[in-house]
């Protein structure tokens, strides 16, 4: 049976995987559409940018799951 902290977990699990892949792909489009579209390389640093930022988000929500995980595998350990 699912408990609420391991709903929010999927969810949030689901969003994290989205973020990833739509991060990747955006990425990769922007390499290869940005230099047909003549633009500048600094747009592709800030596309850089937005990606590691993306992906560092998507590192800490991981990070907070396998806790939150880890936390309630030890309190159902304790209450057996």
């Known amino acids: 049976m699912q408990t609420d902290s391991d709903l929010r977990n999927s969810k949030k699990g689901r969003m994290?995987?989205?973020?990833?892949a739509g991060t990747m792909l955006v990425w990769l489009l922007m390499q290869a559409i940005g230099p047909a579209l003549g633009l500048a390389g600094r747009?592709?640093?800030?596309?850089?940018?937005?990606?590691?930022?993306?992906?560092?988000?998507?590192?800490?929500?991981?990070?907070?799951?396998?806790?939150?995980?880890?936390?309630?595998?030890?309190?159902?350990?304790?209450?057996?």
Request: proline share 0%; net charge positive.
């Open 16 to 20: 994290v995987s989205l973020v990833i």
């Open 43 to 80: 747009y592709a640093l800030l596309v850089d940018f937005l990606a590691l930022a993306a992906l560092f988000w998507a590192l800490v929500v991981t990070l907070q799951i396998w806790r939150s995980r880890g936390r309630a595998r030890a309190n159902n350990k304790g209450s057996n």
